[in-house]
Structure formats: C-alpha cells, structure tokens
C-alpha cells in the first residue's frame, strides 16, 4: 500500500461518481463502520460509496486503488463475523442500490440478478415464474444475495438443499484494480479451467467484489411441507433421535434443535404455554409430495418417540406447519432481549452433537455465563449464543472465555470453527487453529494471486 | 525451470522409492504417455513413477521439483481430453496403485478413500454399508475417484444429482514442492477460510497431486428407478421432449438421447432390430419412490407422446430398466468400430439442444465426415462422437474442422466447451475463445502462486 491520505481517495470518487452515491457525514459513517457481529473490533472508514451500477463499482474500486486505500464491500451488513466491519483508513462500498434482477430463463432454470437484491426478493421474483431459489439463511429478508455469495450462508434447507455455494452457476466481479471479469457459466454443467467462480464464493470480499450473480433455481412445485416437532426431557434424548433420523438414511428438509434456554426465553416473551417438562424441541420438516412424504413423517414421528419423546406433533397444513415452527422463529428476538448476544457457529460430526452440546453446557457453567443453543442439528451445525447483560464487563470477559473454549472443544470434536457465518474477524484465532501453516501460506498465495497489492477487505477471511 | 537431464531425476527418484515403483522400459512408458483422447499430442516420458503410499508421493514429487523435471500425475488415463498425456522431459506419476478405502462413516456419510479406487469398486464398498456415490461417468468400471475429482467429472446422473464436484468435502493432496497438505473437513458445512478444495477439484493436476479424498455420500435406499424410453421419428421432436419435460419442472435422474446413426451402429452391431423408422432415442429415468415416482413416469410418458414419440416403453423391473437403457451402453463401443471416435463435450443451454444438434449435423455434411449424437440432454450435455476411418489423414483433417466448428457453434449459443471432459490439451483453443484475457491471467496468477516454478503437468487445464 502507498501511503494516502482521505481527501486524495475523495477526490478521486468525486470525479468518477456521482456526489449522491458518496457520503462522508459522521451518522453514515458510524452506521456503515461494522456488521452485526457483537465485540468485533471496527473503525469509521473515511467514507461510505453506495454505487448504482457496475461501472460505478469498478471506478469507486479504481479510485480507491489508485489511491492505496482498502476497500470493504458490503451487502447489507447482517454478518455475524466482522467480515463487513470498516478498518482504518478505508472506503466501505456498500452493494445495497443494486437491486435489479436482471433475467430469469425458466427453461434453464437460472436468474441474473445483481448482488443488492435481498435474499427473499429474489425468491419473490423466482416464485412468480414457478422457481424455487433455496438458500434460506435466517437473515432472509433483510440479506443480499451478494453478501450471501461472499460468506457462502447456509440456512435452515441445507440439510437437504444445500448452502449458496451450490447455487451459483458464475459472476460479475470487479477485482482489485477495478477490471470487470465475469466467471462461470449458464449451462448446468461447465468445466473450462480453473473454478474461479466457487474460488470467490465463501472469500468474503477479499478477492473480488461480487455485482452480479447467475444462480441456479429449482422448480417451485412438487414439494409439499410436512412439520413434526418432538418436545424431549432432555438434550441428550433429542441428541439420540437426531442420530437415528441421520441412521434411518431420512433426508429431512428441516432439522433443528432448540434448548430449554431458548425455549424459556421464547415462553416468556410470547408465553406459548411450553410444558415445563419440556427440555429441548426437535423440529423436523420433510418435503417430499405424497406418500412418500407422509412416510417419511410417520417415520421421523416413531423414531422421535422410541427416543423418548414426550410429545409429538404434525402438521401438514402450512399455517399449523408454521405455528409449529414459531419457537424457532421467536428464538433469537426472544434472547436478544436479554443482552447482547454473541452468536458461535460451530459445526461438528453429527455423531459428535450431544457431546458437543454437552461440551458447551460446561463452557457455560464453568465461565457463569448463559449459554442458549439453536442448532441445525441435522448438520451438526451449532449456534451457542451467548449472552452478557449490557454494561457488564466482567460478564463480556468472561463470555469471550467461554466463545475461545467452545471453538477449542468443536476443533477438538473433528469440527470445523464456523459452519456457515465466516471467519471475518471473529474466526480469525479459531481458523488460525484448524489450518495448517501450509494451507495457510497457500491462502495468501492466492490473495497477493489476485489481489497484489491488498486493496480488498485486508485481514478478514483467513489469518495474516 | 531449471535445466535438468533425466539422469539427475532418476538418480533422486532411486535414492528415494523402492525400485519396483519405477519404470522407464519403452513399453510402460508408451503405454503411460497418453489418455484416451483420440488426437490430442503426447510425448514419451522419462519415467513411469508407480507410488504406493502418500509418503511416496510426496517423495516422488520432490524429487522431480528438486531436479526441475515436470510431473503429469494420471488416474487410470480414461480421460478424453489429452489431460494426463506425458510432455517432453517429464515424469509420469500414476496413482493407480493407490486403491485403499480408508474410512466409511455411516453416521456421518462419507468415505475417506485413496485416489487410486476406481469409481465402481467406491460405490460397491459404500453400498456395502447402506451408501451411495452418486458421481457416474460413463467409465466409472475403469476410471479412479482422483481422476474423477482432477478432472469434475460428470456422468449420467447430473442431471438430479450433480457432479463429482459436488460430492468433494475434503482432500490431502501433494503440492509441487512434495509438501503434504489437508484441504477441507468432514463435516455436513464448513465456509473456514477459501475453499481450496474446491479450487483443487478440476485443475487436471496442474495446483496439486489429489492423493486422498473425502467423498460425502447419500442414503443407498429410498430410491426406486423406473424407465421411460421415447422413440421418435426426429431429432428436433426429441428435442421437443427434452424442453417440456424440463419445462414441467419434472427432474429425470437421467435424461438421455441417442441419434439415428448410434442406433443404425447398435443395431448393425447386435441386431437389437430397432425399426427403422426411429430416428431418435430418449432415455429417461425417474427415481422417486412410490407413487410420486410413477405419477413422474407417467407425466414423461404423455410429454414424449404429446413430442410425437411413435412408442413410449415403460419399465420399472430392474433387468427391464437396464434392458431399455442397453442401446445406451452400446453406443459408444459400436461407434468405435467404425473408426477412431473424437469425442466432443459441448454444453449448451437446454432450449438450445435442438439447435446444437441440427448445427452438429451440418458441420458433418459440411465437412463429409460421420459424426454420431449421444447426449446428457437434461444438461444441455451433448457428446458429438466424431468418426474418421483408420489411417485415412484426409478424413481426420477434416474432422479436425468439424470439431473446431462445433466449438464455435457451441459458444456461439452461450454453451461451454467442455461439459465434463475437461480442458486437458484438446479444449484449450475452446477455453482461448470462451474465457477473457483478464480472466486467462487470473488462472496463470492462481497457477504461479501455488505451483511457482511449474512442476506439474505443464500446458494443461487453460491456454498460456
């Protein structure tokens, strides 16, 4: 990096871009200086860009290049991890004014859309011409389908379906210097070279910003949602029947598993009237049409019963199947309420989930602190929350505690230290202890590869 | 490179592998020279190196880095594209002696196997215990899982299931120092770091020698095929087919087709008395089970019929199933009577299949060569099997042209040149046309970070 001062980048924007698309003003800078992981350390960047097209993209990157200043891109900053925080000195550029989609081919099953459109507006769009785009990650309508690209977000269907990484067919990206590449394809099958395209996916930013995606589409019907949610005694009794659900070789579409931290807080809140008995839900969905869907249901409902649980209800109609799965919505609302939240995303075997589990009911007991757990226990993808009263440092001390333990015990379960929301700034130590110097060196191989003279999202993704 | 003479190489691999991993008879290294791709250049080698372990490998590979000699690592050379063919000066290392299954976990789905298992003798180890891979290539019998994920293969039932790519949680690979390193995780998501591994799947060997892989796998049971077989009396009613059956949102776990001068080679060949009439063969296969999956086999029975299929056959018994799909087996071989068969591997987007086809049959007519269709026509796959007669150079001149304007066409419709074979040598005027100089220069840049003086397989994968 040459060294630059601010006013050389501004001056820079404002003669590529037009003054409505660069804000400098303290309340935007603030409000665009981080994403929504909680204690992950950011700065103000020197100014926010909001570009309306690709070629304002690729001049705000080239302005910032030309100036030796680091570019955050941003969708519309609902990580969890710090990949969108702001670091000093830098410009954010937020993706959030490119919206359009730009083409659905239904015989090839495929959309065009730039990288600001949300998550559930391209599912609307895809809808109205009999499309289905899966990826649901739980930031649905408030996410961008370029930011879910960047992080490569799961969701809840990933258990069947897949995560956004299975989704995307190729690209439009403005590198580092600001040159317009475009990656992948529209076919369903291409392997011309190198996969560039799943390459950039999961890179948080920082080899490429995405503004535009071609991604994969289902058709929409043929599915029919069947609920059935077990209410158990115990989170190892609920562990079991996650196991012999997997054993059975039943593909649900939906397995999620909540704690009787969460279920309180929900209960609470919204008072359902949870029996007190009740432990932990396990919350199934199956999606297949037919006989074989109620097959599956019957079977998934038996295999819950043989493992101890206390109730167990079905639903096929679409508002009962919701009503039954309300708990898992009210859940992170439910425990925000009670502090700011910092969200792990551990995943692990899914053999490993009880003792996982198990694992962090110590981290929590040992550091006094609580410990919620929503997990998409089909994955054995785990989300402890952990939650520290606002104000209390003592409580955030000990909660980071617990956080660095609880990635320690999943590497030590085979695990991976993030299973869906990124490295950013977070992950950074946890990805420090799962790969090895060699593959870290490889990582940085292909950041200087493509990125020479550091401009994109310095120190996220993977360690320096 | 530095320079190096075969003797220095020779002399280190000696110092390092047993003797009987070591071959530079004339013979082995003829037959290890080249693929299976008609055409494409190839050299003799200085050496045929047969490693047994990861160690070996890794010995193997430093030995030819520490004397600057290139290595062109290969499966079982069934590929088709020229990408395991030796160059000038270079060591061949052929991981076929590494056939070891390492782990099945049944609970968590995968299998960790050595590069060298073949795709058929994987699949009947995993079934063994309950699983199923899905990635089939047609010589899934005779080629390896390493050369599987080297190259993404693809197969017949991409079309549902994906391709090999897909299936790739994890891998150990060898670098062009010799250094060992472990990309990826076993478990159901990981998003720690770039993905690597899936940059390594279809490099054809030019960033890493895949020594290992972690292949997730699905359920074995739950599925039940059923075929439906179309004849028609033309290629574009065939064509039809294809379009409103994919437009109904019906996914066929195979959807294939099979041309008029297949058919006249099969028939001529085995005498499966096929009436003359047909023109055009479509094979598909449903696998849902139950009723869903015989509602499917009706809906794309009425579709053929509404195309104007003259006789739609229908088989749900396993040996009547095979028996409708036997002329798609046959293809291939009964071409290969006529003459050497230049495989092409064009995708093309779905609606433009019929397109595809009838610009195929010109570049024959054109051209005065034979040029047979088998086609993944539910991909867009299509596999136009070029034949000029034995020792007549006229004849393969001029299907050099046809296949170059096949390329064309194929990119000329928003297709790619290479659907599933890869690159290798014979794609890279295709990959020229259809990837951007910028985009060229990313691959070289990915290319120099992780392989830096250019060790292994030289010349392959993307043009210089």
């Known amino acids: 990096m040459t060294t ?29 200086s981080r994403d929504d992981a909680e204690w992950a350390p950011y700065e103000l960047p020197i100014a926010v860009v909001l570009p309306e097209s690709v070629a304002e993209v690729a001049a705000a990157v080239r302005a910032a290049a030309a100036a030796g200043v680091h570019v955050v891109p941003r969708g519309a900053g609902t990580g969890l991890s710090g990949g969108a925080n702001a670091v000093a000195g830098c410009i954010v550029l937020s993706l959030e004014r490119m919206t359009a989609v730009l083409e659905i081919d239904e015989a090839e099953r495929f959309v065009v859309a730039q990288a600001g459109v949300l998550n559930d507006a391209l599912r609307a769009a895809v809808a109205e011409r009999g499309l289905w785009y899966p990826p649901d ?15 490569n977000a799961g969701g809840i269907c990933c258990v069947k379906y897949g995560v956004t990484r299975d989704y995307v067919l190729g690209m439009k990206v403005v590198l580092a210097d600001g040159e317009v590449v475009t990656l992948g394809r529209t076919t369903a099958k291409g392997v011309v070279g190198y996969d560039l395209t799943q390459l950039l996916v999961g890179s948080e930013g920082t080899l490429g910003v995405i503004v535009e995606l071609t991604l994969r589409l289902l058709p929409l019907g043929g599915r029919e949602e069947r609920a059935v949610v077990g209410s158990f005694p115990s989170l190892s009794a609920a562990g079991v029947a996650v196991a012999a659900i997997t054993a059975a070789g039943l593909i649900p579409s939906a397995l999620e598993l909540i704690d009787r931290t969460c279920l309180r807080a929900v209960d609470e809140w919204q008072q359902l009237g949870l029996p007190h008995e009740v432990d932990t839900l396990l919350l199934a969905k199956v999606d297949d049409p037919g006989a074989a869907g109620e097959d599956a249901a019957d079977r998934i409902a038996a295999l819950m019963s043989r493992s101890g649980a206390v109730t167990v209800e079905r639903a096929t109609d679409p508002d009962e199947v919701n009503r039954l799965f309300r708990a898992r919505r009210l859940a992170y609302p439910a425990l925000e309420r009670l502090g700011p939240v910092l969200t792990e995303d551990v995943c692990v075997p899914r053999a490993a989930v009880p003792e996982m589990l198990a694992r962090i009911q110590a981290a929590a007991d040992d550091n006094d602190v609580t410990i919620a757990n929503i997990a998409h226990a089909g994955d054995g993808n785990l989300h402890p929350l952990i939650i520290a009263p606002e104000g209390d440092d003592a409580a955030k001390a000990r909660a980071k505690v617990a956080f660095d333990r609880i990635v320690d015990d999943c590497v030590a379960l085979g695990g991976t230290v993030t299973g869906e929301h990124g490295v950013g700034l977070l992950k950074l130590p946890g990805a420090a202890a799962e790969l090895s110097p060699r ?24 360690p320096g």
């Open 4 to 32: 630059a001062t601010g006013e050389d980048v501004l001056e820079l924007l404002r003669a590529e871009l037009p003054s409505s698309r660069i804000r400098t003003d303290q309340v935007t800078r603030d409000a665009y």
């Open 439 to 462: 593959v870290l060196a490889m990582h940085r191989a292909v950041k200087d590869a493509l990125d020479p003279h550091g401009i994109l999202n310095p120190g996220k993704a993977f």
């Open 137 to 151: 990650p739980a930031s649905s309508a408030i996410s961008t389908i370029g930011g879910n690209a960047a992080t």
